[in-house]
């Protein structure tokens, strides 16, 4: 499986001529979405879910399908019938020759006055897992972890721990966007001593072989 990595929690999958595309949202590239066979999306928050960016994805080509929860599939579900799916915790998919397993149900908390959201992580295959905003557990061994490094409802602490509690053979960053260029190198350094395993970041555009 190909990886390539978009801007901010974007991340596009690819194998045996199909894509896959997790989250493509506002800070990620105009055109992340398009070209997609499966379109995922792990919660509302406008950083994951852009409703341009997937419109012109399902538009541009009939048979793209889009597995999201209620919140966003609302948005699409009347304009795209058949095409969007809503999907929970514990929900199992096959799409374009992904097999895909739905985890978790809230959003991590970023003030106790906020209100928390629903987000579900996606398993890929079996050894692929994107959390969304949140840190969810898997519920199994996972080859690759997409890593959620920075944002307003975590702490490095709490992700060194999580790739900890996760345990899987590599963590590759995601959610990224609003670190700055010098805090990386104190991140590099901070997750890859602690975290217990093989930790890794891709510029956007760049990708690696899963």
């Not at 001593?193 to 956007?204: N, Q, S």
């Amino acid at each position: 499986m190909k990886l390539t990595k978009n801007t901010h929690a974007c991340v596009r999958l690819e194998k045996e001529g199909r894509t896959l595309v997790i989250d493509p949202g506002m800070f990620t590239e105009e055109d992340a979405a398009l070209g997609a066979d499966v379109l995922l999306v792990t919660h509302e928050h406008p950083d994951h879910f852009d409703e341009g960016r997937l419109r012109a994805a399902l538009e541009a080509d009939p048979a793209v399908e889009l597995w999201t929860l209620r919140s966003v599939a609302e948005q699409l579900a009347a304009a795209f019938p058949g095409r969007v799916h809503t999907v929970g915790d514990g929900d199992a998919f096959s799409a374009a020759g992904f097999d895909v397993q739905v985890h978790g149900e809230l959003h991590a908390v970023i003030h106790p006055d906020i209100p928390r959201v629903t987000n579900v992580g996606y398993l890929i295959d079996g050894a692929v897992f994107h959390p969304g905003d949140a840190l969810t557990l898997p519920g199994r061994p996972v080859e690759t972890l997409f890593l959620p490094v920075m944002a307003p409802w975590n702490k490095i602490s709490e992700v060194i721990d999580y790739v900890r509690e996760v345990k899987p053979l590599r963590a590759y960053d995601i959610h990224d966007a609003l670190l700055t260029d010098l805090a990386r190198p104190i991140y590099d350094r901070q997750i890859g001593a602690l975290g217990g395993t093989d930790h890794r970041r891709l510029t956007p555009g760049d990708s690696a072989e899963l």
